[in-house]
């Protein structure tokens, strides 16, 4: 994807690795070496082909120190609200409340869903006490539950219908940008994932 840096346009190449998976090393390993280079084209060549004839060897590389950046995280669930010692309720909202794995592209939909969710009932008026902080975080966790489902779903190994899906995404623009847009609406989709009668009944609507 292109990406802005501080010498101008560049080309960002984003890897998510499963812990102990082939891609562990590049995403966790050193990078300023004189070896990274040859070993990311080698993983694109192996993984993701039609990524790797797009590399040029002679002019492929890192730009400087500050053009990479490698992390690693644990999803996790936290309570949306807990009461200070000053006696003022905190809510907190997207990735202060739940850390999901960046794979699907949900930090953006969580945080301001939650922040709609929180602010309407704010505005609904007061007290806002311990029983209110657990009803914004119920009516949050509507969306918030569907999603982390979701996101938490796609670093597991697929089932067999969620496989059927993606080979005929791979076959079907139609199936493709259906699948691609359900990114949008994460509840829908996880529904939709989850069950694999819906899976046929979408797959049979499409042809």
Not at 85 to 97: F, N, Q
Not at 136 to 146: D, L, S
Request: negative net charge.
């Amino acid at each position: 994807m292109p990406l802005v840096t501080a010498t101008g346009l560049g080309t960002n190449i984003l890897i998510d690795a499963v812990p102990g998976g082939p891609l562990a090393e590049l995403a966790s390993g050193p990078v300023e070496d004189d070896t990274f280079v040859g070993r990311l084209i080698e993983a694109l060549e192996a993984h993701a082909p039609a990524v790797a004839e797009r590399v040029d060897p002679q002019a492929f590389g890192l730009r400087g120190p500050l053009d990479y950046i490698q992390g690693a995280l644990t999803p996790a669930v936290r309570h949306a609200h807990a009461i200070l010692p000053s006696g003022t309720l905190a809510l907190a909202v997207g990735d202060a409340w739940i850390t999901n794995d960046p794979l699907a592209a949900q930090g953006a939909n969580l945080g301001s869903n939650c922040a709609w969710a929180a602010a309407d009932a704010i505005a609904d008026g007061g007290p806002y006490d311990s029983r209110f902080g657990a009803r914004v975080e119920e009516a949050m966790w509507e969306f918030a539950g569907p999603l982390t489902a979701f996101s938490n779903a796609l670093l597991q190994p697929p089932p067999p219908h969620v496989i059927k899906m993606i080979t005929a995404a791979g076959s079907n623009q139609i199936v493709a940008n259906a699948f691609a847009s359900g990114f949008a609406d994460p509840v829908r989709t996880a529904a939709l994932l989850a069950d694999p009668d819906a899976v046929d009944e979408f797959l049979a609507a499409v042809a």
